[in-house]
């Protein structure tokens, strides 16, 4: 399920490591899954999303991989950089038309 | 496009004041939401509209109200603040009429303090 509270999950990697960020979901009947980088002050910024019909996709540097059996999804960053700071949220559709239902975010500090 | 705009950027009320947030978007997008984000938390959905003239309650609607008498705005009404509702509200919009699951792109935020 998501986790709730003031003090996010945080993860910090050195420059030019990969980072993985992983993300528990509640619902088994949900079929789409985003994940969003915020950075702060800022709005979400979309990075990558998987259908429930694959178990990795992969994108520009970001790789998503889903394990439905666990219900368990993470997002692995390559050769993480500084600008790859921020938060990192998680978000479910629970097959509901477009409403998302999202985790409470991991923080990633990249150190230089 | 300037995709979803947000405004205003920062907003202080007394309790009991009302306001409007406004949101547009000019990608012709026909689904909308209101999402609220809390310290350390993940967001929320408040209301959405899968088109012009239909809008429908999310996880948290209470104290807020929305109209949807374009496809391009999406106003978010505080009838009457509360300290509660001390939040940094996001709007976003995505292609598609609520059936389907699409990719929802968020505007930059409205931080709202309710004294």
């Known amino acids: 399920g998501e986790s709730v509270g003031l003090h996010l999950p945080t993860l910090s990697v050195q420059e030019g490591d990969n980072s993985i960020i992983n993300c528990a979901y509640s619902?088994?009947?949900?079929?789409?899954f985003i994940w969003y980088k915020q950075e702060s002050g800022k709005g979400p910024q979309f990075i990558i999303d998987i259908r429930s019909n694959m178990d990795k996709r992969q994108g520009q540097r970001v790789t998503v991989l889903l394990n439905k059996t666990v219900k368990h999804l993470s997002l692995q960053i390559a050769a993480t950089q500084p600008g790859d700071s921020a938060v990192y949220f998680c978000?479910?559709?629970?097959?509901?038309?477009?409403?998302?239902?999202f985790g409470a975010g991991t923080i990633l500090r990249v150190k230089s | 496009n300037a995709g979803v705009t947000q405004t205003p950027k920062f907003q202080v009320l007394k309790t009991g004041q009302s306001m409007t947030l406004q949101c547009a978007q000019d990608?012709?997008?026909?689904?909308m939401s209101w999402y609220r984000q809390d310290p350390g938390m993940g967001l929320r959905l408040i209301h959405y509209s899968v088109g012009a003239g239909i809008t429908d309650q999310g996880e948290v609607p209470n104290g807020y109200n929305v109209s949807r008498s374009t496809t391009e705005d999406f106003p978010l009404r505080l009838l009457s603040a509360a300290p509660s509702q001390t939040s940094v509200y996001f709007c976003?919009?995505?292609w598609g009429s609520g059936s389907g699951v699409e990719t929802q792109y968020f505007g930059p935020g409205t931080r709202l303090l309710v004294l």
């Open positions: 990608m012709n997008h026909e689904y």
């Open positions: 976003a919009s995505s």
């Open positions: 619902n088994s009947a949900s079929d789409y």
């Open positions: 978000a479910e559709n629970a097959g509901r038309g477009n409403k998302l239902v």
